[in-house]
């Protein structure tokens, strides 16, 4: 098998504020691998939180040396179905990536979709939640009346400001704008146990109908103490990275947000579902802001969600792939072989 990397600077369509950052573009790696005639593909995008740059990147996903492998088959075996850890470990965006690939790869070589692989026959659709960012009110209420008329039924709303109120408020204008759309709530970690203690009542009053995060990652205790007595409920996302995580968490949560950048893959996903099936806490599915080739993986297992919140690829100023839509609110598996993507955009800087 040949290997191919190159880099892709994504623009967003407007700065997204979160409790911790603001973000105005991310660098995406783009992974290429052919085998006799076809060729899969794969993307990993920077991330300052988990301390992932492009040039990282390229150098990890390089340092896998698929062209050791005879087929695409031989490789998935190799590698691993979950987050590592430690000195030397491969770290999951990396994996990801990878398996992206090469399940693209293996679909077309074969005619079917990734879905069909993982077991899921015919091509499906599901609603996936839209983010709006720490913002304006005027600005969030204007958003969330455009979502509503797009057709999005599920908005993101990201929370965790310096003042408190704001949050509320900005809930209870998207909330007036859009009466009708299911309301999340993601702090990313701001709050302490007794903000959340005292918050929550407020956003269930609003019709909120479940929440991420809302404390600092590390302390999977409190949040499960918290989930206990909550009035909505509470999802994992930041303490829920691998498969072990999850195994903590099963039945103490509500929901875990399952990214495949942070767990390791569709199969490692996959592993996550099998584990909480029956516990009580069901899944969601996120992403990073990425482009279509980097979301699609995620597509392919939405059927298994309770939540799925796949906009990585609406955020963009130019998507440079399509194939999973999303724009009027629900993204889409097809019949095409693979991922079910196509660049419609070429990269312009070879890298590997």
């Given at each position: 098998m040949k290997a191919r990397l190159?880099?892709?600077?994504?623009?967003l369509a407007q700065p997204l504020r979160i409790s911790r950052s603001t973000m105005t573009a991310r660098d995406a790696v783009w992974l290429g691998v052919e085998h006799d005639g076809?060729?899969?593909?794969?993307?990993?995008?920077?991330?300052?939180?988990?301390?992932?740059?492009?040039?990282?990147?390229?150098?990890?996903?390089?340092?896998?040396?698929?062209?050791?492998?005879?087929?695409?088959?031989?490789?998935?075996?190799?590698?691993?179905?979950?987050a590592g850890a430690g000195p030397g470990a491969v770290p999951p965006a990396v994996t990801a990536a990878v398996e992206s690939a090469l399940l693209d790869l293996v679909g077309k070589r074969d005619g079917v979709p990734v879905h069909r692989l993982l077991g899921t026959h015919?091509?499906?659709?599901?609603?996936?939640?839209?983010?709006?960012?720490?913002?304006?009110?005027?600005?969030?209420?204007?958003?969330?009346r455009r979502l509503a008329a797009s057709g999005f039924e599920?908005?993101?709303?990201?929370?965790?400001?310096?003042?408190?109120?704001?949050?509320v408020e900005r809930v209870r204008v998207i909330r007036d704008a859009a009466p009708h759309v299911r309301l999340l709530l993601d702090p990313n970690g701001a709050w302490s146990v007794a903000e959340a203690e005292r918050l929550l009542p407020r956003f269930a009053a609003l019709g909120v109908?479940?929440?991420?995060?809302?404390l600092p990652?590390?302390?999977?205790?409190?949040?499960?103490?918290?989930?206990?007595?909550a009035p909505l409920p509470v999802i994992a996302d930041e303490d829920a990275v691998s498969v072990e995580d999850v195994r903590?968490?099963?039945?103490?949560?509500?929901?875990?947000?399952?990214?495949?950048?942070?767990?390791?893959?569709?199969r490692a996903a996959l592993r996550i579902a099998e584990l909480i099936e029956g516990s009580g806490t069901e899944l969601m599915l996120g992403c990073l802001t990425a482009s279509s080739l980097g979301i699609a993986p995620a597509v392919h297992l939405a059927d298994r969600a309770r939540w799925t919140d796949l906009d990585g690829h609406l955020l963009l100023a130019h998507d440079p792939w399509r194939g999973i839509g999303g724009d009027d609110g629900v993204v889409r598996t097809s019949a095409l072989p693979g991922l079910g993507v196509e660049e419609v955009e070429a990269a312009h800087e070879d890298v590997a």
């Open positions: 190159r880099t892709v600077r994504l623009e076809v060729t899969g593909y794969g993307e990993a995008v920077s991330s300052v939180y988990y301390g992932l740059d492009a040039d990282t990147l390229v150098r990890l996903i390089a340092s896998v040396d698929l062209e050791r492998f005879a087929d695409p088959e031989s490789a998935l075996e190799a590698l691993p179905t979950g015919t091509p499906f659709g599901v609603a996936t939640a839209r983010t709006i960012g720490i913002t304006s009110l005027a600005h969030a209420a204007a958003e969330a599920i908005v993101k709303v990201k929370a965790g400001s310096s003042d408190a109120e704001d949050d109908e479940a929440v991420e995060q809302p990652p590390g302390d999977p205790e409190a949040l499960g103490a918290l989930a206990e007595n903590r968490l099963a039945g103490r949560v509500h929901g875990v947000n399952v990214k495949l950048a942070k767990c390791g893959g569709v």
